[in-house]
Structures are given as structure tokens and as C-alpha cells.
């Protein structure tokens, strides 16, 4: 394996780290779990199962178009 392909992929894991921090992060509105009401920590879960569901059909998509 050549630097250039080493240095794409480490900055690839990291991006998808962030972008998952990130969504998390909004999912929750920048609350912690311990913070949140009963009603809060619902929706922050059905925000984390819609992108969850939104991730695997973006995967299912981009195996499709191939």
C-alpha cells in the first residue's frame, strides 16, 4: 500500500467518526441522557433509528447503482 492510499483512509475513519459524533450529538440537541425528560430521550431515540434506517438505505442504494 502506497502513503497516499494509507493517509485517504485514516482521514475516511476519521470523517465517519465526526459525521457520527455530529449526528449524534443533534439527535440528542445537545443534551445528555441523564439531563433529558422521559419525552426527550423518546425522540432522540426515533431520530437515531431514522438515520440509522437512512444510513442502510443510502449503503443498499450505492450497492444498487453499481
Known sequence: M????????ATRM???KG???GIDYMA???KRPED?????RRAA????QNTQSARR???F??????
Not at 2 to 9: A, H, Y
Not at 36 to 40: A, D, G, S, V
Open 57 to 59: 438505505s443510502l449503503r
Open 61 to 66: 442504494m450505492r450497492r444498487f447503482m453499481r
Open 14 to 16: 476519521l470523517m465517519r
Open 2 to 9: 502506497n502513503m497516499n492510499r494509507l493517509i485517504n483512509m
Open 28 to 30: 440528542n440537541r445537545g
Open 45 to 48: 431515540q426515533s431520530a437515531r
Open 36 to 40: 433529558m425528560t422521559q419525552e426527550e
Open 19 to 21: 459525521m457520527n459524533t
